[in-house]
């Protein structure tokens, strides 16, 4: 019969074989690049900068592409590939529900990825690249400023085909999004903040237009949505035969501030989409919108770690896993 002591040994030692089988890839760390690319966030910082300064939108933009990468085969920079021409098989950004990702998000990157490149070949991943400029777009529009951990590889896997079931939409209910966002480790109150990027940004008719004149099937507008507002979107948005270019801001009250109004807003009934409406609507959530409504540094500060939660998302570390593209919209 083994020893008290060589039965702890064998504990010990058989509890570090389980630990190393089911311990998480090594993880990321801010200083990820401090010997082989010291200046990475300096050269993306000058890419940034230059284009909000030239197009403002780039920032809710670039966001949202980081939100969608995220949330589709992980944090992995597989949004940004391309389609092979003449292929049948749709890479994520041709999929349906990510046709009107603007350009100026995927525009960023390519000019970041290209003044990194020359400066540091070979190094930096797309998917990093995409973490850090979204957290510079965030910071740029007043928003929070939070260290970015690095070290994700690019992923090898980009179909369309993945994209429906693993993005929110905007007639999504509450328990759909708790569902979803608990599917990616995500919690009820990282739904919230992270709901709270729609602090910036504008959204199509199409994904409103069912609220201001049959909200689900009544032929009746949606009864939480302020008169005022339910006028003016009603004048931008016909209930048939509108320009499908024309959009609304997510955020009426200061569209282009990165604060902590929006959740006043759906306080008010002036949310944009049913899926933000909804959060003030259900009691799992309306708390957390009041709360956040009420202290912009409590949201600042929860935004931060949620941003960093969803940052490491299903990351792929290493060769085996993942690759370092040249040019992010192309596999190697």
Not at 62 to 69: E, K, Q, V
């Amino acid at each position: 019969m083994l020893s008290d002591l060589s039965l702890l040994q064998h504990s010990l030692s058989l509890s570090a074989i389980t630990t190393n089988a089911t311990r998480r890839p090594r993880q990321l760390s801010v200083d990820y690049y401090a010997k082989s690319c010291p200046q990475v966030e300096q050269f993306i910082g000058s890419i940034t900068s230059q284009q909000f300064k030239e197009a403002p939108v780039s920032a809710p933009a670039t966001i949202r592409l980081f939100f969608h990468d995220c949330f589709v085969e992980g944090c992995d920079a597989s949004i940004l590939i391309a389609t092979k021409p003449g292929s049948k098989m749709l890479a994520e950004k041709d999929a349906e529900d990510n046709k009107d990702l603007r350009s100026e998000g995927f525009d960023t990157i390519t000019r970041a990825k290209t003044l990194v490149e020359s400066k540091c070949p070979g190094v930096v991943s797309c998917a990093d690249i995409l973490a850090i400029a979204a957290r510079d777009f965030v910071h740029l529009a007043g928003g929070p400023y939070y260290p970015v951990k690095k070290g994700r590889w690019d992923g090898e896997v980009s179909m369309a085909t993945r994209v429906p079931n693993n993005l929110p939409h905007a007639n999504s209910t509450v328990d759909q999004l708790i569902k979803l966002f608990s599917s990616k480790g995500l919690t009820i109150q990282d739904l919230v903040v992270l709901s709270g990027a729609h602090t910036i940004g504008f959204s199509h008719c199409k994904h409103f237009v069912s609220r201001l004149y049959d909200y689900k099937g009544t032929k009746q507008p949606d009864p939480s949505i302020d008169p005022r507002l339910l006028k003016a979107l009603k004048m931008s948005c016909p209930h048939v035969g509108g320009n499908a270019d024309i959009v609304a801001p997510f955020d009426v009250t200061t569209p282009f501030s990165f604060d902590h109004a929006y959740y006043a807003n759906l306080e008010s009934k002036l949310g944009l989409l049913a899926s933000d409406q909804g959060l003030f609507l259900d009691p799992r959530t309306k708390p957390l919108v009041q709360s956040l409504g009420q202290d912009k540094a409590k949201f600042f500060q929860a935004f931060s770690a949620a941003m960093d939660k969803m940052g490491s998302i299903g990351v792929k570390r290493g060769r085996r896993h993942g690759e370092k593209r040249k040019d992010c919209s192309m596999h190697i």
